[in-house]
């Protein structure tokens, strides 16, 4: 009788999901045709012309996604699999070969999710061949699609200066699959697609929803799986040797390790080989040309009936260069387009003191000189872990007292890199103990009864003293955990995704009630703003000389990936790290001019320093000298926080610089030049202003000065002659 119920079961659902299907060529059919067009503007150059839509084609059989500069084409019968991702500005297949849309691990076992078979040659992919494919019964099955306008990620509430308020726009894809094996009967697992207005991203992600009655462990979630052109060719070889494809950009929501980089940050992205391609050149099938999206150390959790869980988020950009800058150029425009929080950008100072009446003296130096945010800084005696009435009491009156000024207050604390106790701390996986199994030794799990109450904590004192900005140092670093008695996550299966998820939403929460995070790590697509540019935190015990080049340097290098506002730079007002006088700016009006550059080289990168110390100025002059720097970095902040062209690296020997560009606003762009060496010196430097959006003349103007008109040639350059003084800089603005 079980094995009778059983088959019937079986056949009953075979018939839903075949019923089910018959559907979508019908749905298919009513969408408007998929008709391609020339790309003929450059939308870096800001062009809002390339509208996010969903289509059908002529032969009712596919479903594309598409704006205008990519295309994602996705076969729907027999079953759903993405046979075309190209990018529509030089003509570029991302696809060789049809995989599955995505592959679920339920209860120890891997089914993938959609898939076509029958594809002989996986070098590449005719479009007669894609008729004769067929599913495989055991996959889940494509049921039913819906679509909809684009759902933000995070119903963001900025409170801070902002260089783009707007959501991203676009269309969202959703295909749902079900199983026609009886085991999986009430498991529906759903792949999403995004596309986005004006920025070449294709955005994906698989929801897994229990209506079996009965918990359903998920071990592990691959949301992509993408069989890829190979980047290059080579007989012999293993994958770590080869390069792998450098147009497919993917970034997704799974990122740490405390690098300030995303490559050495991303935990889910795998390029891997294919052995089905067995006319590739490499003799041992090692080509890197597969790329899978998924967590590393898998799911693990224990999935209740009724409940749903949300895959890793991944965000595929196609590129159309080998070029550095316009790659970086690409990157930074997918950041402030699919996560406008990250174009916030507050001026502030790091307080070392919780002192009340240092505290207000502060807040009254940034009202007067401009700065609009002070962070009670490490080491200044904040403590965002006691929400005892006497410190709320505390806190909450100079946060009153700032926000009277006009000025934000916010706070430091400190959560990974610290030891809690045995019950609490990270479990090593191999000992069994709480001794070397974290990143930085010992460290706390955020999902022990410890870090549960310390995540509730900073949600109560966040709320109940009104700050404004946490800067979260040591957020959770990827530490395993394997004890079996900590209250959030079940064993050293689950530890990760359950501590990811925890901190994700802390953060998550956080961004939705206009709180400002600066956090060392890349949790930028869950709602963080600022990263540290990238340092080595003992350099600011060097010299002021030593430190305004590597400043520099290290402006230099930290943008090429992040936006200017993404980073946070450094400047040690008091002793850091140890140092003597001559690596320090106190007393303020002794070093006023090194005072002065170091804020102009980071106002003028458009990138926010931590300025810790007791003070912003000590004398009038002083005083001046902040509030001019701070005026002209909002006379042109619009600019500044504008992206941003590398000219020449600073080397200590002849000049170096920058330039912001922004084809949409009056000042088209903002040269900053410095010169290092002991002496003046004149030169004649090539702007490159394409990406200003200028084509034939710039008028441009040394600082104020009365502005010239220069031809550009045919790269969009114009050659100026410059003058700079010994240890010194000036600015160009181009209009």
């Known amino acids: 009788m079980r094995q009778y119920l059983l088959l019937t079961s079986f056949f009953l659902l075979t018939i839903f999901c075949y019923g089910q299907s018959q559907g979508i060529p019908a749905r298919l059919k009513s969408l408007p045709i ?236 795998h390029w891997k080989t294919d052995s089905s391609y067995t006319s590739q050149v490499n003799y041992n099938f090692q080509t890197p040309c597969l790329v899978e999206i998924y967590p590393n150390a898998g799911i693990g959790v224990s999935l209740p009936p009724g409940q749903t869980l949300t895959s890793v988020r991944s965000y595929e950009l196609l590129l159309d260069s080998y070029d550095r800058e316009r790659n970086g150029l690409a990157r930074r425009q997918m950041y402030r387009t699919i996560a406008p929080w990250t174009t916030q950008n507050p001026v502030f100072m790091h307080l070392v003191s919780t002192d009340p009446v240092k505290v207000k003296e502060v807040v009254d130096q940034c009202a007067e000189t401009g700065y609009e945010m002070v962070i009670l800084s490490f080491g200044s005696g904040l403590n965002m872990e006691d929400t005892s009435a006497v410190n709320i009491a505390k806190f909450k009156a100079l946060a009153d007292y700032a926000h009277q000024k006009g000025v934000m207050l916010g706070g430091y604390s400190l959560f990974s890199s610290r030891r809690i106790d045995d019950e609490n701390d990270v479990i090593d996986p191999v000992t069994g103990l709480p001794d070397k199994g974290a990143q930085f030794g010992h460290a706390p799990c955020l999902a022990s009864r410890w870090g549960l109450d310390y995540l509730q904590k900073m949600r109560t004192f966040m709320v109940k003293t009104g700050f404004a900005l946490l800067e979260h140092d040591g957020p959770y670093p990827g530490d395993l955990c394997a004890s079996t008695t900590h209250p959030g996550h079940q064993g050293l299966h689950d530890s990760r995704w359950v501590q990811m998820e925890l901190q994700k939403g802390l953060y998550r929460w956080l961004n939705e009630r206009g709180v400002y995070i600066n956090a060392p790590d890349w949790y930028f697509l869950d709602g963080t703003h600022k990263i540290a540019i990238g340092y080595r935190e003992v350099n600011f015990s060097l010299s002021r000389e030593q430190q305004k080049i590597l400043n520099r340097q290290n402006i230099y290098d930290g943008t090429w990936e992040k936006t200017p506002s993404m980073g946070w730079g450094f400047v040690p007002l008091t002793k850091y790290q140890g140092g003597g006088p001559e690596a320090v700016l106190e007393p303020l009006s002794e070093h006023l001019n090194d005072y002065r550059q170091l804020m102009m080289q980071y106002y003028g990168a458009g990138v926010q320093a931590c300025y810790r110390g007791p003070r912003l100025y000590d004398t009038e002059a002083t005083k001046q000298t902040v509030k001019e720097v701070v005026s002209w970095y909002k006379k042109y902040r619009q600019i500044l926080n504008s992206d941003l062209i590398h000219l020449r690296r600073p080397d200590g020997r002849d000049w170096d610089g920058i330039m912001h560009v922004n084809p949409g606003l009056r000042e088209k762009g903002l040269i900053m030049l410095y010169n290092p060496g002991k002496e003046t010196i004149t030169r004649s430097i090539r702007l490159p202003l394409y990406y200003t959006g200028l084509t034939n003349r710039a008028s441009i103007r040394e600082q104020e000065e009365k502005a010239k008109s220069y031809p550009l040639d045919r790269a969009y350059e114009a050659e100026i002659v410059v003058t700079l003084p010994a240890e010194g800089f000036t600015w160009l603005v181009v209009e």
């Open 34 to 269: 998929f008709t391609p067009h020339k790309v003929t503007t450059d939308w870096l150059l800001g062009t809002r012309t390339f509208e996010a839509g969903i289509y059908g084609t002529a032969s009712g059989k596919d479903l594309v996604l598409s704006n205008g500069l990519i295309k994602r084409r996705i076969r729907m019968v027999p079953n759903a699999a993405t046979i075309d991702f190209q990018n529509l500005t030089n003509g570029e297949q991302f696809i060789r070969s049809v995989k599955p849309e995505a592959r679920v691990v339920l209860n120890g076992k891997a089914y993938n999710i959609g898939g076509l078979y029958g594809q002989k040659e996986h070098a590449y992919l005719r479009e007669e061949w894609v008729d004769n494919f067929t599913s495989d019964e055991t996959d889940f099955q494509l049921t039913a699609y819906s679509t909809q306008p684009l759902a933000s990620t995070i119903q963001w509430k900025p409170a801070t200066w902002t260089m783009n308020t707007r959501m991203p726009t676009g269309q969202e894809v959703s295909l749902q699959f079900a199983s026609t094996l009886p085991d999986l009967r009430g498991v529906a697992v759903n792949v999403h697609y995004a596309i986005y207005d004006n920025v070449p991203v294709v955005s994906k992600w698989v929801t897994v929803q229990n209506t079996s009655g009965k918990d359903i462990r998920i071990d592990q979630i691959v949301n992509e799986i993408l069989a890829t052109p190979e980047e290059e060719s080579a007989v012999v070889g293993t994958p770590d040797q080869m390069e792998k494809p450098r147009k497919l950009y993917i970034e997704n929501n799974y990122a740490y390790n405390n690098a300030m980089r995303y490559e050495l940050s991303d935990q889910a992205t």
